[in-house]
């Protein structure tokens, strides 16, 4: 089963503008991950936000992250075209095992 | 540095057979970690080795297995084969020995079972 759930399923936007979506998860993390996957590839590391911060920044990406809420998100600002693709969060459960949500797909419209 | 490379890219079975894939992470990484996605069920952990030894493992039936060899190159496994065993297999390095922290993946080898 999937403990981090993504939201929206589904996001589509206009070149340009920002993207979020939000995570949520269900147990205790020592540190969340965002992951990016194109059409049927391998997934890119993103960003790792431990337990203990609340907010990284990566170029045009912030992640926040709220331990209380069992939740983060990931802002995309400036969107390109080749930011179209599958995020997905994921956590770990124990010290070896990553857990990854269903995922939001992305598409950037021209 | 080169990145983490699995073979076969594309692969097709026919029910009961069985497979084997094969993973080569980054140099100097010593975890492991397998993966398998299909659209139903998403992102699935299978198992993950360390210099060797299994130290985690997901929930699949044990027609999965897997290994590791000394130069920390791992195969995967897969029995009788059937037809919900295709999907997308994915291999991810990491450097660390304790906690995962960024895990490098490969393109994947995609499976089809007929």
């Known amino acids: 089963s999937q403990q981090g759930e993504e939201d929206p399923q589904a996001l589509s936007i206009q070149e340009g503008e920002n993207a979020t979506m939000n995570c949520s998860y269900k147990?205790?993390?020592?540190?969340l991950q965002w992951y990016r996957q194109n059409s049927g590839r391998g997934l890119v590391h993103l960003i790792l936000?431990?337990?203990?911060?609340r907010e990284k920044h990566s170029g045009r990406l912030r992640v926040t992250l709220d331990t209380s809420k069992k939740s983060s998100s990931l802002l995309i600002t400036a969107s390109r075209a080749a930011d179209t693709a599958s995020y997905f969060c994921?956590?770990?459960?124990?010290?070896?095992?990553?857990?990854f949500g269903q995922g939001t797909r992305l598409t950037i419209n021209p | 540095k080169a990145g983490v490379t699995q073979t076969p890219r594309y692969l097709i079975k026919t029910r009961g057979q069985q497979v084997t894939l094969s993973c080569s992470p980054i140099?100097?990484?010593?975890?492991v970690s397998w993966y398998q996605q299909t659209p139903g069920q998403g992102l699935q952990f299978l198992f993950e080795?360390?210099?060797?030894?299994?130290?985690n493992k997901g929930n699949f039936p044990g027609r999965f297995s897997g290994r590791q060899f000394s130069n920390s190159r791992s195969e995967m496994n897969v029995s009788t084969l059937e037809l919900g065993d295709s999907a997308l297999y994915l291999c991810?390095?990491?450097?660390?020995?304790?906690?995962?922290?960024?895990?490098?993946f490969g393109p994947g080898t995609r499976l089809t079972v007929l």
């Open positions: 140099s100097g990484h010593r975890s």
């Open positions: 994921a956590s770990i459960q124990g010290a070896q095992k990553l857990v």
């Open positions: 936000i431990r337990s203990n911060e």
């Open positions: 080795y360390f210099s060797e030894t299994q130290r």
């Open positions: 147990t205790s993390i020592n540190n």
């Open positions: 991810a390095s990491s450097y660390t020995s304790e906690a995962l922290g960024e895990q490098f």
